[in-house]
Nanobody
Framework: EVQLVESGGGLVQPGGSLRLSCAAS????????MSWIRQAPGKGPEWISR????????WYADSVKGRFTISRDNAKNMLYLQMNSLKPEDTAVYYC????????????WGQGTQVTVSS
C-alpha cells in the first residue's frame, strides 16, 4: 500500500520560507518519479513540481519557478520542497504524489499539509 506522509506546513509571513517533507513507504521509492501538487481553496489542483528517480530531471510550474526547490533522498525514502519568498497566493494544501510522467491520480497523493501565507 502506497503511503505518503507530508509534514512541515504552517503559517508563514509573506517573504518567508518553509520546507515541506514527504515520507514515502509501501513502494520502491527510488524507482518512481515524484511530484508536488497543491490545491488552493475553491480551486482545482495545480501540479507545481516533479523530479525524476535520480534527480536528473526537474520541472517547475511558472508560478513557483525560481522560488521553490524540489529534492529527494532515495536512501531515506524522502521527498522535499523548499519554498522561499512565499506569497499569499501560495496558500494551499500541499500534497506529495507518486509519479511524474503525468499528473498523478488522486489515489497516489498523500494526505496533504496546509501552508498559509499571511501577515
Amino acid at each position: 500500500e502506497v503511503q505518503l506522509v507530508e509534514s512541515g506546513g504552517g503559517l508563514v509571513q509573506p517573504g518567508g520560507s518553509l520546507r515541506l517533507s514527504c515520507a514515502a513507504s509501501g513502494f520502491t521509492f527510488s524507482s518512481y518519479g515524484m511530484s508536488w501538487i497543491r490545491q488552493a481553496p475553491g480551486k482545482g489542483p495545480e501540479w507545481i513540481s516533479r523530479i525524476s528517480t535520480g534527480s536528473g530531471l526537474i520541472w517547475y510550474a511558472d508560478s513557483v519557478k525560481g522560488r521553490f526547490t524540489i529534492s529527494r533522498d532515495n536512501a531515506k525514502n524522502m521527498l522535499y520542497l523548499q519554498m522561499n519568498s512565499l506569497k499569499p497566493e501560495d496558500t494551499a494544501v500541499y500534497y506529495c504524489a507518486k509519479g511524474s510522467l503525468g499528473m498523478p491520480s488522486r489515489e497516489n497523493w498523500g494526505q496533504g499539509t496546509q501552508v498559509t501565507v499571511s501577515s
